[in-house]
């Protein structure tokens, strides 16, 4: 299994970027999907995360993301995407995707443990 993250980059407060994460050796729909991140000196926290296909969708966002980002997911390509608008300087960070089948997402919480990918910066400048 493989989760290539990209979409990372410089970019100032106020714009947008969308992460992609390409997945393979899997049957992605039957996997909840998730954004991770990670900031200089903090503990990873789960940004966004949805549901498994065949259920009913269930999303999750970060508090300070919700109203901002928005997780989507093609199943047919096997792609997540983030699209995050209005970045913060708050939002600098390394981005993970990560998959799981028994993945618990709920409007309140995220877990999700199977597969990680290897990450993209994200850096917001003020």
């Known amino acids: 299994v493989q989760l290539q993250a990209s979409g990372g980059g410089v970019v100032q407060a106020g714009e947008s970027l969308t992460l992609s994460c390409a997945v393979s050796?899997?049957?992605?729909?039957?996997?909840?999907a998730g954004w991770f991140r990670q900031a200089p000196g903090k503990e990873r926290e789960a940004v966004s995360c949805?549901?498994?296909?065949?259920?009913?969708?269930?999303?999750y966002y970060l508090t300070s993301a919700e109203g901002r980002f928005a997780i989507s997911r093609d199943d047919a390509r096997n792609m997540i995407y983030l699209h995050m608008n209005n970045l913060e300087p708050t939002d600098t960070a390394i981005y993970y995707c990560?998959?799981?089948?028994?993945?618990?997402?709920?409007?309140?919480?995220?877990?999700?443990?199977?597969?990680w990918g290897q990450g993209t910066q994200v850096t917001v400048s003020s």
């Open positions: 949805i549901s498994a296909s065949g259920t009913r969708t269930t999303t």
């Open positions: 050796g899997i049957t992605m729909s039957h996997y909840g």
């Open positions: 990560a998959v799981d089948t028994i993945a618990v997402i709920r409007s309140t919480m995220c877990s999700i443990d199977d597969y």
